[in-house]
């Protein structure tokens, strides 16, 4: 009868686990280069219980209570991004859940950059005749965003990551300061 344990390797007669989807969540989070505004050697955010292990699906947490809200501190901006798993191009299950976070935590890092420098717009329209032709809108944003804060990373129906970061005021007043 095949058993359910994982492999072991034939030298060290010792059981080899997969590494979690934890521990590859933090290491595709670490070289974005964001800070969470931590000193060095202060203490870390624990890494969120809504993420899954690798043999898990989306819809494993349903019946789960959701977690308490966590209320951002007075004057700091909020940033929501949102990302769909199907999407993205990973071969596995899991790198796409990995790829869907990342492209969440950016979207939720564009929202910040507009709060903070502002968003461009631009537009064209064509009109013939009485007649619509055409309608070009187009926005843009550009800027630097440093010391964001991760507040959650939760699981959004069954094929979808969300975001919150955090900006607190002073750093908000120190982006701007550096922009000017």
């Known amino acids: 009868m095949p058993s359910s344990r994982p492999a072991r390797f034939p030298s060290a007669g010792r059981a080899v686990r997969r590494p979690a989807l934890a521990g590859l969540l933090l ?8 800070g969470s505004g931590n000193a060095p050697g202060a203490a870390t955010q624990p890494v969120p219980a809504a993420i ?12 789960a209570p959701p977690p308490p809200p966590t209320l951002p501190e007075p004057g700091a901006l909020v940033g929501r991004g949102f990302a769909q798993v ?7 299950l899991n790198e796409k859940r990995l790829l869907a976070i990342r492209a969440a935590r ?6 910040l950059t507009e709060q903070v420098h502002g968003i461009r717009i631009s ?6 005749d009485a007649a619509m032709q055409s309608d070009y809108v ?3 944003v550009q800027g630097t965003m440093r ?3 991760t507040v959650s990373i939760e699981p959004r129906g069954e094929d979808g990551y969300a975001v919150q970061l955090e900006l607190s005021q002073a750093l908000v007043a120190q982006i701007a300061r550096a922009a000017r």
């Open 138 to 140: 187009a926005a843009q």
């Open 106 to 111: 950016l979207d939720a890092m564009r929202d």
């Open 123 to 128: 537009s064209d329209s064509l009109l013939r």
């Open 27 to 34: 290491a595709a989070l670490l070289p974005m280069g964001c």
């Open 86 to 92: 199907a999407g993205q191009p990973g071969q596995t």
């Open 147 to 149: 010391g964001a804060r």
């Open 52 to 63: 899954q292990p690798e043999s898990a699906t989306l819809s494993d947490d349903r019946g």
